[in-house]
């Protein structure tokens, strides 16, 4: 059996697939112990051509073809192919360093863990690392003592989720319920604590292993209207998820702090692009009953607007408006 699988989803990324295969060659681990999968997921530049040169040369590259559905579905679809006793996932225009996998590999088995979370960076198009945002320090715990997956949710994992953060455990991705959401944005954000709520030994490796791209051009740089109707009822629908996964928990603290979250971005994000029709969404939240808004572990800037939207949602939309005018 393989020690690791590498899940690859890839749509339209010509400029940037082969930087990331070749970071994931790049790697300390024997060829015939790890492999890559390629889920071309309907892409229609060159990305599948790029892919084919790949597998032509490299023995343990699979590559798997579908109609477009989705980053979830594709890595759903890597899920069901994979061989490998671990799996990470890589998105295609992202890479890693070089040299950092084996020791990953080597914790989960000798701690006998189900996932491992491990740091990253931001890099721009010219591949230099950057840190948006520097002057917000948003809550995460790096610690490397072992807890269960509640345990990590809710004191150390923070508010950003991204399924590429993590190594896990692969009879852990194989349970259906723990699988992704199709055809939404946020699916990392719903699977996240899903999956750690079926984990029994977490930790992280304050390492950084991945480089993630922040480009023009990904679905969240490049948002037409559609898209934009269609980010905030997904919005919606995720605070929907968190409120189901939250009543199945005794502690919701994490719960409440990621609908805190959703619901800032959702109302400023509301503000500044669709205030004619802030009363359509603003109805849509009151029915959900979430108010007031938890600041658990939130950044001091979000505790002032969670305390006015906590004072008024319609005043705090208004406030936003105004601001940027």
């Known amino acids: 059996m393989k020690r690791l699988s590498i899940i690859v989803p890839v749509y339209n990324v010509e400029k940037y697939l082969g930087k990331c295969l070749d970071s994931l060659l790049n790697q300390d681990i024997p060829t015939d112990k790890y492999e890559i999968i390629i889920i071309n997921d309907g892409s229609t530049d060159g990305s599948l051509v790029i892919a084919k040169s790949y597998i032509n040369l490299y023995s343990n590259i699979k590559l798997i073809s579908q109609e477009n559905k989705g980053t979830g579905a594709a890595r759903n679809t890597g899920i069901q192919e994979a061989e490998g006793k671990s799996l990470i996932f890589v998105d295609s225009d992202d890479y890693l360093e070089s040299n950092v996998l084996l020791p990953l590999i080597n914790k989960m088995e000798r701690e006998n863990l189900d996932i491992l979370r491990f740091n990253y960076q931001n890099v721009n198009e010219q591949y230099k690392v950057f840190q948006p945002n520097r002057t917000i320090k948003p809550f995460v715990n790096y610690s490397d003592c072992v807890t269960d997956g509640l345990t990590f949710l809710t004191e150390r994992l923070g508010y950003a989720c991204y399924a590429w953060q993590f190594m896990i455990r692969a009879e852990l991705l194989l349970q259906s319920q723990n699988q992704f959401e199709n055809e939404i944005y946020f699916e990392d954000t719903e699977w996240t604590p899903r999956i750690l709520a079926q984990a029994k ?72 692009n669709f205030y004619d029709e802030r009363a359509t969404y603003l109805s849509a939240l009151k029915e959900k009953e979430i108010l007031p808004l938890s600041n658990y572990h939130c950044t001091f800037r979000n505790q002032v607007r969670i305390f006015f939207i906590n004072f008024s949602p319609t005043f705090y939309c208004w406030l936003i408006n105004r601001k940027n005018k």
């Open 201 to 272: 030994r977490v930790t992280s490796v304050d390492t950084i292993i991945y480089n993630y791209l922040m480009r023009q051009g990904s679905i969240m740089q490049s948002i037409d209207d559609t898209k934009s109707r269609k980010l905030l009822n997904d919005k919606l629908l995720l605070i929907d998820a968190m409120l189901e996964q939250q009543n199945r928990q005794a502690d919701k603290r994490w719960y409440q702090g990621m609908i805190s979250a959703t619901v800032i971005s959702l109302l400023s994000y509301v503000a500044l």
